[in-house]
């Protein structure tokens, strides 16, 4: 209904300066656009960001698993580069249902997800309602418990008020077009980026398309059901920054507890974007868990 006020972030307009561009492809599906980058060559890894960020998350970490890896990042759908899906919204059943059409349309399927955050939700769900072979998880500072305390009751109604605005992605964006916002909001996460990472956020968020899709997934975003299934997820790994200010490190900790022989990386000061901030040593533990499970 809002369409004319969303369109599109216009590919032409970054693809000189956006991290591994010269691997991006779009694909068309039914009701929805995507944007997927792929390289290197064997088992294919799939890595699913998280909320609010895109492919240039993995800019570091993917060359380093692309020597073992064909890698597929994909932007998730409302953020960066793909479209929501016209037909429904972008809650964690139907996002892990489009990326598993996707995955067909390719004709690839995972050994092993990497998810983020709220990827490393749709990572879970993805694996667990699979009928082919189950990926293998690694969660980086998985969002896969519902938030202590007053942010659980607080998250997803705001978002969907603001959701229900169709101004609130332009007003949104707007707010964050100031750099120092964005980097205020990025060191608010307990990590601490390079410039370039800073920047590469500041042009999503000041896209309205891009905050527009973010808030749509909030909205819709309910972990509970999840949580009652992750015991029956296994293997994985969680691989956790020590400082993470978004989702608590205890959390991690509960998420060990309920899943049967699962394993914990902590990473003393480092926080959500633990994996953006020392990508070469995430990306090298990342490689031998991998090869321990087999995989």
């Known amino acids: 209904m809002w369409d004319s006020l969303y369109p599109p972030m216009d590919w032409a307009a970054y693809k ?15 009701g ?3 944007h997927v980058q792929i390289m290197g060559q064997g088992p294919v890894l799939l890595l699913l960001h998280g909320t609010g960020a895109s492919t ?32 429904h919204a972008p809650s964690l059943p139907n996002m892990s249902a489009d990326v598993r059409r996707l995955l067909a349309h390719l004709e690839m399927w995972p050994v092993a997800i990497l998810g983020h955050s709220a990827g490393a939700a749709v990572a879970a769900h993805l694996s667990l309602g699979s009928e082919r072979l189950p990926p293998v998880v690694v969660g980086l500072n998985p969002a896969w418990l519902p938030q202590p305390g007053a942010a659980q009751w607080l ?55 891009h905050v527009h ?37 205890s ?30 040593s995430t990306a090298a533990e990342i490689i031998h868990w991998l090869k321990q499970k087999g995989r």
């Open 56 to 87: 240039h998350s993995w800019r570091d970490m993917a060359p380093l698993l692309a020597q073992h890896y064909t890698v597929v990042m994909p932007d998730l759908p409302g953020h960066a580069f793909t479209t929501l899906h016209a037909k």
């Open 251 to 280: 959390l991690a900790h509960e998420a060990k507890r309920l899943i049967p022989g699962a394993d914990l990386i902590l990473k003393p000061g480092l926080g959500h974007l633990a994996h953006e901030e020392q990508a070469q």
């Open 155 to 209: 998250f997803a109604p705001t978002a969907k008020l603001m959701a229900l605005n169709p101004y609130s992605g332009r007003l949104v964006a707007n707010h964050l077009a100031k750099p120092w916002v964005v980097a205020k909001l990025l060191a608010s996460t307990g990590s601490h980026l390079s410039q370039d990472g800073v920047d590469y956020y500041s042009r999503l968020v000041a896209s309205p398309t």
């Open 32 to 34: 929805q656009r995507w």
């Open 213 to 249: 899709g973010v808030l749509s997934m909030m909205a819709a975003w309910n972990l509970n059901t999840l949580n009652n299934r992750l015991p029956q997820l296994s293997p994985v790994l969680l691989h956790v920054g020590e400082n993470d200010q978004t989702v608590p490190v």
């Open 16 to 30: 000189n300066t956006w991290p591994h561009a010269s691997h991006s492809r779009f694909v068309e599906m039914p």
